[in-house]
Every structure is written in structure tokens, then in C-alpha cells.
Nanobody, 122 residues
Framework: QVQLVESGGGSVQEGGSLRLSCAPS????????YGWFRQAPGKEREFVAL????????LYADSVKGRFTISRDNPKNMVYLQMNSLKAEDTAVYYC???????????????WGQGTQVTVVS
């Protein structure tokens, strides 16, 4: 069982930046994609960004394109989400997840972290 641990959340002013990190407890031989998702109170979990474990091919939600950047450090087995120009509507719990295929559908992800709160204050 792979466990994912997110960190880096917090409270920031609008226009500010945060970098989220995701550390899996072990490597998964069946997983090939890291995804970041978020969930605001009363809303469904939504896709933010994903990246392949090998190769590149990042994918972003339209709402974060140009502001967020997903990256990975394979030797350190870490994945990051750099969030710039944050807006109040980015406020949510952010989750890191692993999937075995290239998909933005959160239902197809096999492993999840516990989430980290991001609050953007206007």
C-alpha cells in the first residue's frame, strides 16, 4: 500500500505563491501518473494538474493554466505543485494522488494523500 503525504499548504494573500510537495511512502510499480486535485467546501473534488512519472506531458485544468506548475524529482521521489498568482477561488484542500493511467478523472486514481489546506485571503 502506497501512502502519499502532502505538505506546503497554508494561508497566503491573493497574488501570492505557495509550493506544495508530495512524498510517496514507496514506489508503486503499477503507477505511472501523479495528479493534484482540490476540493473546496460543498464542492466536488476537481482536477488541477498531472504529470507522468517518466517523460513529461503535464496537463492542467484551464482554471490554473499559466499560474500553476507541476514538476517531479525522480531521484528524491517527490512531486511538486508550484502555485503562483493565487486567487481566492483557489482556496481548497489539495490532494496528491497516483494513477496507473493518464487521466484527469479522480475516480481512476488508486492512492491518495490526506490533503493539505490552501487558503487564499483577499
Amino acid at each position: 500500500q502506497v501512502q502519499l503525504v502532502e505538505s506546503g499548504g497554508g494561508s497566503v494573500q491573493e497574488g501570492g505563491s505557495l509550493r506544495l510537495s508530495c512524498a510517496p511512502s514507496a514506489r508503486s510499480s503499477s503507477s505511472s501518473v501523479y495528479g493534484w486535485f482540490r476540493q473546496a467546501p460543498g464542492k466536488e473534488r476537481e482536477f488541477v494538474a498531472l504529470i507522468r512519472l517518466r517523460g513529461y506531458s503535464p496537463l492542467y485544468a484551464d482554471s490554473v493554466k499559466g499560474r500553476f506548475t507541476i514538476s517531479r524529482d525522480n531521484p528524491k521521489n517527490m512531486v511538486y505543485l508550484q502555485m503562483n498568482s493565487l486567487k481566492a477561488e483557489d482556496t481548497a484542500v489539495y490532494y496528491c494522488a497516483l494513477a496507473s493511467r493518464y487521466t484527469a478523472n479522480h475516480r481512476e486514481y488508486d492512492y491518495w494523500g490526506q490533503g493539505t489546506q490552501v487558503t487564499v485571503v483577499s
